[in-house]
């Protein structure tokens, strides 16, 4: 992934960098809140790694500005910061949208590990962002046109990028315009063979 290390201190941002680098991960840098703003404007990043006490703009700025944005994909924000992780600052940085909380040091497990899960959760987003977008269904059979312009079930595509499961039902209009009728012509056709159906 492409990640945005915003530190104002060079040694500390150095040290970041390459714990980001030997994690296999691409790294641009920023050394306060906007000069990171001014990154993201010119730059597709998906993660970003923020100091939250600096000059100018800070790390929690930096958040609200990437929050208030529209139209773009969603950008992971992990708080990295030399105050305590007490329930105070956790919930000051919650709220301006920071979606994760770490401590200096730096412990390169620990961001390891909060990286897969901003990996998860990008790719869950962009599904999500791709099923919101408007999709090519077919005016008959109601089949979707996915990316590779292969034409599939739309219980099929969604199920493939969610995971999600589907039980089929009928819904009432359907019922009254379809299966009722469907069971008057059988009723014709075969008299003593259709059970009685009683009519909703």
């Given at each position: 992934?492409?990640?945005?290390?915003?530190?104002?201190?060079?040694?500390?941002?150095?040290?970041?960098?390459?714990?980001?680098?030997?994690?296999?991960?691409?790294?641009?840098?920023?050394?306060?809140?906007?000069?990171?703003?001014?990154?993201?404007?010119?730059?597709?990043?998906?993660?970003?790694?923020?100091?939250?006490?600096?000059?100018r703009a800070d790390g929690l700025e930096l958040?609200?500005?990437?929050?208030?944005?529209?139209?773009?994909?969603?950008?992971?924000?992990?708080?990295?910061?030399?105050?305590?992780?007490?329930?105070?600052?956790?919930?000051?940085?919650?709220?301006?949208?920071?979606?994760?909380?770490?401590?200096?040091?730096?412990?390169?497990?620990?961001?390891?590990?909060?990286?897969?899960?901003?990996?998860?959760?990008?790719?869950?987003?962009?599904?999500?962002?791709q099923l919101e977008q408007m999709l090519p269904?077919?005016?008959?059979?109601?089949?979707?046109?996915?990316?590779?312009?292969?034409?599939?079930?739309?219980?099929?595509?969604?199920?493939?990028?969610?995971?999600?499961?589907?039980?089929?039902?009928?819904?009432?209009?359907?019922?009254?315009?379809?299966?009722?009728?469907?069971?008057?012509?059988?009723?014709?056709?075969?008299?003593?063979?259709?059970?009685?159906?009683?009519?909703?």
């Amino acid at each position: 992934m492409k990640i945005l290390a915003v530190e104002d201190d060079a040694v500390a941002r150095a040290v970041l960098r390459q714990a980001l680098r030997r994690l296999g991960h691409d790294v641009i840098e920023a050394h306060d809140g906007d000069a990171a703003w001014n990154l993201l404007n010119d730059d597709v990043v998906r993660v970003v790694v923020s100091d939250w006490v600096m000059p100018r703009a800070d790390g929690l700025e930096l958040c609200r500005r990437i929050r208030e944005r529209t139209g773009v994909e969603y950008i992971y924000f992990i708080l990295l910061t030399g105050l305590d992780a007490t329930n105070d600052n956790q919930r000051t940085a919650a709220d301006a949208g920071v979606d994760d909380f770490l401590t200096k040091p730096l412990n390169v497990a620990e961001l390891w590990t909060r990286l897969r899960v901003a990996e998860r959760i990008l790719r869950y987003t962009t599904q999500v962002r791709q099923l919101e977008q408007m999709l090519p269904i077919c005016s008959y059979c109601k089949k979707i046109r996915d990316d590779q312009n292969y034409w599939q079930q739309i219980e099929g595509y969604i199920s493939e990028r969610t995971g999600s499961d589907f039980s089929h039902s009928v819904c009432p209009d359907c019922y009254e315009r379809v299966v009722i009728p469907e069971i008057d012509r059988m009723k014709e056709e075969f008299p003593r063979s259709v059970p009685h159906v009683e009519r909703r």
